[in-house]
Every structure is written in structure tokens, then in C-alpha cells.
């Protein structure tokens, strides 16, 4: 007994001398910014670390499908700090004007998807009861400007950021950060793919990955993969994967969900996401 209750006592320390307790909450804004180049307004939710101070630099995570992403990543982020298991980063999370699934799922369509197939937009908008507007794909270069020309200026003028980005989706947004990798800008270094919607969208990504391949044979970028065990789509995604470790500076880590399916999984990647890209042991 005397050394189980030992053992206690020392948990207990190693715990204490791991948790980061703040008395400060962590500071939230809103944005509301109405695009230059497709007339839409976006809602930009900001989370900043609770030890924030602007004359220091920080590095800035941006996730997509902020519509129900940016509560549980708020909230994740706070977790991750308290349990010392990340380091310091701003939180930006970009929805549509949505506030509803149907205008939500509508926007996301044209934003997240760089190939437009008509007949995918036809087809999904019936089963869907999309009548009007129906469903439109092949935005992503423009929602790209969009993040890249008017909401990362946007942020750095307002917060004390650093030139460390990245970008991180689930499901069809998954899809949009995996050509956002073939960009080859460097704006964004750190990538979470999560549950790609690769099959979905016939596989244009290795089409975009052989064209970059083309030209390239370097790509410096950390990407964490993720997907879960009760959908489809991981032989795609290691194929993915397996070619892109031929570039050199290519790092990345893939893990699978245990026990959850493709609607499930949200929660859990949102987390260990951003465990895996800010981790204060980099």
C-alpha cells in the first residue's frame, strides 16, 4: 500500500509539472470579409493562444470547414496546451456565409474543388435536391487567391504572426489541402490531409501530383494523413502518400482512426492534427 500510494504521489507530480495552467482564457474574433474576387463573404474565426503576446511572433494554423470545425478545434487547442502536448500557434478557421448544412455543403462544393466535372454537379444536385443554385465545382484557384491575396494579409495586419503556415481539411476539404501541396509557393509548409475525398472526385489528385512531378522533384512541406478505419479510400491514400516520398524534404506521418467512419472521425483528427503539426517537441 505504502508504494502504490507512492506511485500516486508521483503521477500526480509528473502531471502537475506537465500541464500548462493559464489563467487567461483563450482570446476569440470574427471576421466577416467579403471577397474581391467572388463576391462572397467569409467567416474568419480567430482563436489566440492564452499566453499571447504581440511582440512575439507566432506561427498560424489555418482549417478549413470552420462551419462546425472551429468550436472543437478551439476547444482541442486549449486541451492540447493545458496537457503541454503542443506549442504556441494562432487558430484561424475560414467558413462560407452559411448557417445552415444545405448553404454550407453548397459552398464547400465550389471552394474545395479545383476540377469542375459538370456531370458530378448535375447528378449530386439531384440526388440532393439542389435546385437553385445547384451545385458548382471547380473554385479552388480562386478560393486559393482568396486565402493566399486577401485573408492571410488579412491576419497578418491584425496578429503577430511568422512566415509558418499551414492547412489542414476533412473529406472534401481534405481534398483541397492535397493540391494545395502542388501549389509550390511556399506560403504553406505544414499539411493536414484528413479523409480525402480522392475517390469521390475520380482521383484527380494523382493527375495533379504527375504534373507536378514533371517539373519538380523537391517538395519541403510536413504533412500529417489521416482517415478512418470504417471508410473507404486508405489504399488510395497510402498510394498517395508512397508518392510523394520520393521529393526530397517530403516528411509525413499517417495514422488510422481506430473504430470510426468517415462522420465520426472529426473530433479526433481535428486534434491530433494539430498534435502532430504544432508539437512543442519539433
Known sequence: MKYLFTFILLIASIISSNAQWSKLPIHTDEINHTSKLNHRTYKVSVA????????????????????YAFPIAKESMKALKMGNLSKDFILVSIAGDETNDYDWLLNRWTDYTFTQKIKKDSTYSKIWNFSSP???????????????????????????????????????????VANALFKSDGIFTKFGINSPSFLFWDNDIMEAEAKYASANSTLKVDVFFSIAELEDGFDNLLRFETLLKKYNGFNSKLVVFKDET???????????????LYSNKD
Open 48 to 67: 489566440l493562444p492564452s499566453s499571447y503576446n504581440p511582440e512575439n511572433k507566432y506561427p498560424v494554423y489555418y482549417l478549413l470547414d470552420g462551419y
Open 262 to 276: 468517415h462522420n465520426s472521425v472529426g473530433p479526433a483528427m481535428i486534434a491530433r492534427t494539430m498534435r502532430e
Open 134 to 176: 445547384a451545385l458548382v465545382s471547380g473554385g479552388g484557384d480562386i478560393f486559393y487567391n482568396i486565402i493566399t491575396k486577401e485573408i492571410i494579409p488579412l491576419i497578418d495586419s491584425k496578429y503577430s504572426t511568422n512566415n509558418e503556415r499551414g492547412l489542414s481539411g476533412h473529406s472534401l476539404s481534405g481534398l483541397y
